[in-house]
């Protein structure tokens, strides 16, 4: 139980990025991001990445989640 808030949001990451985090969980991990520059880049990343394997799989991207792409973003600044 020694978890470092930056380890919590590690192991937080991937679920959030597939948006199957409780809704106390995700606020938890979007006030962690807000305030941790560490983590907001490596969140940046791995959105980048998801993006690009979409793309790299030639699948195109649906306007909602796009949509869904940039709200993720806005409370990073
Ligand atoms: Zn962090």
Redesign the pocket.
């Known amino acids: 139980m020694t978890e470092?808030?930056?380890e919590h949001?590690?192991r937080m990451m991937q679920p959030y990025l597939d948006r199957v985090l409780s809704v106390s969980e995700q606020a938890e991990a979007e006030l962690?991001?807000a305030?941790?520059?560490?983590?907001?880049k490596?969140y940046r990343f791995e959105v980048k990445l998801r993006q690009y394997v979409r793309v790299a799989a030639s699948e195109p991207m649906p306007p909602e989640l796009k949509e869904k792409l940039a709200a993720l973003r806005t409370p990073l600044t």
């Open positions: 470092t808030p930056c949001c590690e962690h991001l305030d941790c520059e560490w983590c907001a490596r």
